[in-house]
């Protein structure tokens, strides 16, 4: 049981950088921008993820 919640403790952490991050994003006007290659993020892709930070053509980053 303490392996789990090491598990689950781990990625709500991992969600809560990922928040801030995206905070951080929207402060500095680049919320949507790609943090990889500078391209628009569409919002379409936004709406499914808000906390996405990278466009599409970068799927093993999501
Ligand atoms: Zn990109």
Redesign the pocket.
């Known amino acids: 049981m303490e392996q789990v919640d090491n598990e689950v403790a781990r990625r709500v952490e991992q969600t809560l950088d990922a928040v801030d991050r995206a905070l951080e994003r929207l402060r500095h006007g680049s919320y949507r921008t790609?943090r990889?290659?500078?391209?628009p993020i569409d919002d379409d892709a936004l709406a499914r993820d808000p906390l996405r930070d990278?466009?599409d053509?970068?799927p093993e980053l999501l």
């Open positions: 790609c990889v290659c500078g391209s990278s466009c053509a970068h």
